[in-house]
C-alpha cells in the first residue's frame, strides 16, 4: 500500500470516530469504540504493520503519521469520556441524597459500609444498670409520667396549695395547667394506691422538667430514679443501709457514707445522703467540688399524712423514700463535664461515653 493510500485510510479513521463519538451519550458506549479505532485488530495497527513493505525513505513520514494518527484518535477518545463521566457525576449526585453530617462512606453508594454498631444512649444504659440493682434487690419498677395533676406533684405529697415549699420545685406548667413532673415523687402515693400490701418495694425513674435557666450543670430536662420501701416497722437505720448498699452497687466499690439534715415536706425526717467522693476517696477532686463528698440521694421516712393518702395506715405502717438524679451520676462516673452534652445528637458524643 503506498504511503498516500495509509495517509488516506487514517484520516478516514480519524473522520470515522469523530462523527461516532459526537453521537455518543454514555461513558460505556465508549470502551468498544476505543478497541475499535486503536485495538489490535483496528486500521491503526494494521498500517503500522504495512510500514515495513514501504520503501525505506518513506517509512520516517508514514511513521510519524501514524504515530500523529494514533495521539489524535486517543485523545478524540479521552476528552470525550471525561466529559461524559463527569457529567454522570454530576446527575447522580443531583439525585442523590447528601448527608453531609454523616460519616463519609454513608454517602458513597459504591464504597462498602463499614459495619456500624449501635450503642444505648448513656442515659438508658444507666438507668437499665439502676433498674439491675434495684430489681436485684427485689423492687419492681414503675415508669414516671412527664405531665402529670397538682394533685400528685403537690397535694399527695404533703404539699397543700400555698405551701410554701411548693417553690422548690420550679415548674413549668401546660396551658390547661398539668405539670411536666418535676421529680418522681409524683409517683409515690399512685404506686402505694396500686401496689396496695406491704412489703412494699418500688423503683421509679423517669425524665423530670424544671423550669431552670440551662447550663454546665443544670438542664431543664432530666432523670431521676427514686425508690420507694415501705413495711410494719421500718426503721430509719434500715433506710441508710440500703441507701448505702444501693450507691455501694452503684459504684461498684465500697463507699463510706453520712447523713445530714435535708427538707422534704413528703418525709419526715428529711435526710440527705452523701458518700464519700469514691474517685478521690475524700482528697478532693473535680467530681466532688474538692469537698471529697458526693451529694447523691435525697431521702426521708416516708410522711404519716402520705402513707395515709396512699392507702397505709401510718399506726401500723412506715416506710422510706430516696431519689436521685441519674444525670449527675452518669456526668460522675464517665467525666462528662457539660450536662448539654447528654441532649445533643453528637454522634462521637453517643459512641463514646459508658
Ligand atoms: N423528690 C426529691 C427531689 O426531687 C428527692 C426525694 C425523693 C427526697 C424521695 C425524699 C424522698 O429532690
Not at 41 to 53: C, M, T
Request: charged share 25%.
Amino acid at each position: 500500500m503506498a504511503i498516500n493510500k495509509i495517509e488516506r485510510v487514517l484520516r478516514d479513521q480519524v473522520t470515522q470516530l469523530t462523527q461516532k463519538l459526537s453521537k455518543i451519550t454514555q461513558a460505556e458506549e465508549i470502551y468498544p469504540l476505543r478497541s475499535l479505532y486503536t485495538g489490535k485488530e483496528s486500521e491503526l495497527q494494521k498500517a503500522l504493520g504495512l510500514l515495513k513493505d514501504l520503501p525505506k525513505e518513506e517509512r520516517p513520514t508514514a511513521g510519524s503519521l501514524i504515530n500523529a494518527t494514533k495521539r489524535e484518535l486517543e485523545q478524540a477518545i479521552s476528552e470525550k469520556l471525561t466529559k461524559l463521566l463527569s457529567e454522570e457525576l454530576a446527575a447522580q449526585d443531583a439525585v442523590r441524597d447528601i448527608d453531609v453530617t454523616a460519616p463519609f462512606h454513608v454517602n458513597m453508594p459504591d464504597v462498602p459500609k463499614l459495619p456500624r454498631v449501635g450503642s444505648l444512649h448513656p442515659l438508658q444504659h444507666e438507668i437499665n444498670r439502676m433498674l439491675t440493682i434495684f430489681t436485684t434487690m427485689g423492687f419492681t419498677p414503675f415508669e414516671g409520667r412527664e405531665v402529670d395533676s397538682d394533685y400528685y406533684v403537690f397535694d399527695s405529697l404533703n404539699m397543700p396549695k400555698e405551701h410554701p415549699a411548693r417553690q422548690n420545685w420550679d415548674t413549668f406548667r401546660t396551658e390547661d395547667n398539668l405539670i411536666p413532673t418535676p421529680h418522681t415523687s409524683n409517683m409515690q402515693v399512685r404506686v402505694m394506691r396500686k401496689m396496695k400490701t406491704a412489703p412494699l418495694r418500688a423503683v421509679i425513674y423517669g425524665r423530670v422538667s424544671r423550669n431552670e435557666a440551662i447550663d454546665a450543670v443544670h438542664g431543664h430536662t432530666f432523670y431521676q430514679i427514686e425508690g420507694l420501701y415501705i413495711d410494719k416497722g421500718v426503721s430509719i437505720s434500715n433506710m441508710i443501709a440500703t441507701i448505702n448498699a444501693f450507691v455501694e452497687a452503684f459504684f461498684g466499690r465500697k463507699v463510706t457514707g453520712k447523713v445530714q439534715p435535708g427538707y422534704f415536706p413528703f418525709v419526715e425526717p428529711g435526710i440527705e445522703y452523701m458518700g464519700q467522693c469514691p474517685f478521690c476517696e475524700g482528697a478532693g477532686c473535680g467530681s466532688c467540688k474538692h469537698t471529697g463528698w458526693l451529694e447523691l440521694v435525697g431521702a426521708g421516712m416516708i410522711h404519716p399524712s402520705v402513707l395515709r393518702e396512699g392507702g397505709f395506715d401510718p399506726a401500723v405502717y412506715s416506710g422510706f423514700a430516696w431519689g436521685l438524679g441519674l444525670d449527675r451520676m452518669v456526668m460522675q462516673r464517665n467525666g462528662i463535664q457539660d450536662i448539654r452534652s447528654l441532649f445533643s445528637s453528637d454522634i462521637r458524643f453517643l459512641s463514646s461515653a459508658v
